[in-house]
């Protein structure tokens, strides 16, 4: 029978018996004394078989019996207990109610649970913020979605932005712990950022809270020197020497310096008969700044100058005997002081030389400036311009209409029509819009009668608009608008042929158009101004037969021969109008004064009542 230890796996022993031989790690023993490897051999290869049929677990025993003990079962949330990842993060926040911020930067912490995956988030306190800090979000599962899903610690990683609840967390950095937690699960993290923003609140708070170095101040301050130099005040003798410019001269004035504020005073020197108002200050008492920030090189309105556009300010070392200084663009030469002035300068800054200069002397080279009266070319009168009174008496009371329609990119402005007048006697121009029903423009005058100049022409030499400007289809342009020719009367086609020179051009459109339009319909502004101008051309024909104190209308159509030996000018014909009408008014006075002798004559005579009271009623209408 064979038998086997568990003390080595590799040996068989059975029982007490020696050891005889080993194959395969198997060392087997006969029963009653050793088996020879020679004389034993058929009994060997028995027990070979028999171990080849053999149940190893009968020889080794279980496997499982030899394992150690099982391990204690730990829920998670006991092996996770107390272990959270921190990553550190911030968000903005706008402030649309401050002036002096426009966003703010907080910092959090994003706390993450690992036993049971919630997320809070908790803002450190910062000194004098303003705003209430501390837990932002209290601890619970964050949703990730609208499906359902939930914030995970494999969500995060540095320099990612996550969303909690419509604000977004920006995470900049985590803690030694998060970090190898998550290399001991395989992902590396993110490296940290470098820098992160500032809070523009609390950076202005650490600006203004931020220790300042301080200047030890001297002992010579302002209260020292105004209780030290009160009433000191030093008294130099200057002149303002602008004999150069014209009408210049050389004045002299005392200037003060007040040691006790570093002020200056001006004051004018008056002597007898001058001729000047007694002002004795010509600068008050102020700081005179020697060399500003910037130069203006236009007018200011600004009658003070600030400290901050100044660079230095006038001194005591700067006045001295012999030096000029340029006080508000006036030059002062400095030529002696008093003894209180040396006395100071001696003492202060060893200065021995006072002499004083002689300014009543010319300096050499300057030259006096003359005013010299301009060269008249012309007379000092303007006279009025010169009028061609034979063309105004002439062609007074003639009118030259033209229609005309207005250029425009609007349709309704397209629709309006226009009546340019125009007088021959002094080449001024109306302009009168006819009234459409309807039509949403207000008509009537348009443009008072004048004189319209021409759009390329200037101010010192006009061009003003004439009859050879007013073709049929011509555009002008009065006053930035452009009017277009397209109708004109008969009337005025007859009054270019009677007068023909240099309108050609005219005349030939005018032919044509009446020519192509023989029904054209008369211009006018209305249906009563057409009656009325038909009523003043009768009645101007007429005024030439009719004896009156106006001219004589003579018809353009027929124009007399001004080389006729008959021929009387209009002005002749005004006077002799004027002596007829004269002569009758003296007619009629003579008549009246005939009848008022005659009446009182008869009223002397004693006649009944009745013939009395009609005398009396002859005289009142002859009166």
Not at 206 to 228: E, N
Not at 438 to 446: A, D, E, R
Not at 493 to 513: D, H, M, Y
Request: aromatic share 12%.
């Amino acid at each position: 029978m064979l038998q086997f230890t568990e003390k080595d796996p590799t040996k068989m022993r059975f029982g007490r018996s020696q050891l005889c031989g080993f194959k395969n790690g198997y060392n087997f023993v006969g029963h009653g004394g050793p088996l020879g490897c020679a004389d034993s051999a058929p009994g060997l290869e028995g027990m070979l078989d028999e171990l080849s049929h053999h149940d190893p677990i009968l020889t080794y025993g279980d496997p499982k019996s030899k394992r150690g003990p099982k391990a204690r079962f730990v829920p998670s949330y006991v092996a996770y207990d107390k272990k959270v990842l921190k990553f550190l993060a911030y968000f903005k926040q706008n402030t649309p109610n401050s002036q002096e911020e426009k966003y703010r930067v907080r910092f959090v912490h994003i706390l993450y649970f690992l036993e049971d995956d919630t997320i809070c988030i908790m803002e450190p306190a910062v000194d004098n913020a303003g705003i209430p800090q501390g837990k932002l979000l209290r601890r619970h599962r964050v949703p990730k979605n609208d499906a359902g899903e939930y914030y995970h610690w494999k969500d995060f990683d540095v320099q990612d932005d996550v969303c909690f609840y419509g604000i977004y967390y920006h995470i900049y950095d985590c803690d030694p712990f998060t970090r190898q937690l998550y290399e001991s699960e395989g992902i590396d993290l993110r490296e940290a950022e470098p820098s992160t923003p500032d809070d523009p609140y609390i950076h202005d708070r650490k600006m203004r809270l931020r220790p300042h170095s301080y200047v030890t101040p001297s002992q010579w301050d302002k209260l020292r020197q105004f209780l030290h130099m009160d009433r000191q005040v030093l008294r130099f003798f200057v002149v303002r020497d602008d004999r150069d410019e014209l009408y210049g001269e050389l004045r002299k004035y005392v200037l003060l310096y007040y040691l006790a504020d570093d002020t200056i005073e001006i004051l004018e020197v008056h002597t007898k008969n001058d001729g000047r108002d007694p002002f004795p200050c010509f600068l008050r008492r102020q700081r005179v700044p020697k060399k500003l920030e910037h130069s203006l090189t236009f007018p200011s309105i600004s009658l003070e100058v600030s400290p901050k556009e100044v660079k230095v300010w006038f001194l005591d070392t700067d006045l001295k005997i012999g030096e000029t200084v340029c006080i508000y663009n006036s030059r002062f030469l400095i030529y002696d002081c008093d003894e209180f002035t040396r006395n100071y300068y001696r003492e202060q800054y060893q200065m021995t030389d006072f002499t004083p200069i002689d300014v009543t002397r010319r300096a050499q080279g300057l030259e006096k400036r003359v005013a010299k009266p301009p060269p008249i070319t012309e007379p000092l009168v303007l006279k009025t311009p010169a009028k061609d009174y034979m063309k105004y008496l002439e062609n007074d009371g003639i009118i030259l209409r033209f229609e005309a329609v207005l250029e425009s990119q609007k349709p309704y402005h397209r629709e309006r029509r226009f009546i340019i007048s125009y007088y021959p006697s002094d080449d001024t121009i109306s302009i009168y819009e006819r009234v459409l029903r309807n039509s949403g423009v207000i008509g009537g005058k348009f443009l008072h009668r004048r004189r319209v100049d021409k759009p390329e022409s200037t101010k010192e030499h006009p061009v003003y608009f004439t009859l050879r400007d007013f073709c049929i289809g011509a555009t002008l342009q009065i006053y930035n608008h452009r009017f277009q020719i397209v109708n004109a009367d008969q009337f005025v086609l007859k009054f270019l042929e009677a007068n023909p020179v240099g309108l050609e051009g005219t005349i030939a459109s005018l032919r044509q158009f009446f020519q192509a339009n023989p029904t054209a319909q008369p211009v006018c502004t209305t249906e009563e101004g057409a009656a009325s101008d038909e009523r003043d051309e009768r009645e101007g024909r007429a005024r030439s037969a009719s004896p009156g104190p106006g001219l004589e209308v003579v018809q353009v159509s027929q124009m007399p021969d001004m080389n006729q030996p008959g021929y009387r000018s209009p002005v002749d014909q005004y006077l002799e109008q004027k002596q007829r009408a004269q002569a009758e008014k003296e007619q009629q006075r003579a008549r009246a004064e005939g009848m008022a002798e005659t009446c009182a004559d008869m009223k002397r005579k004693t006649l009944d009542p009745r013939k009395v009271t009609f005398c009396e009623d002859a005289v009142q209408r002859c009166d």
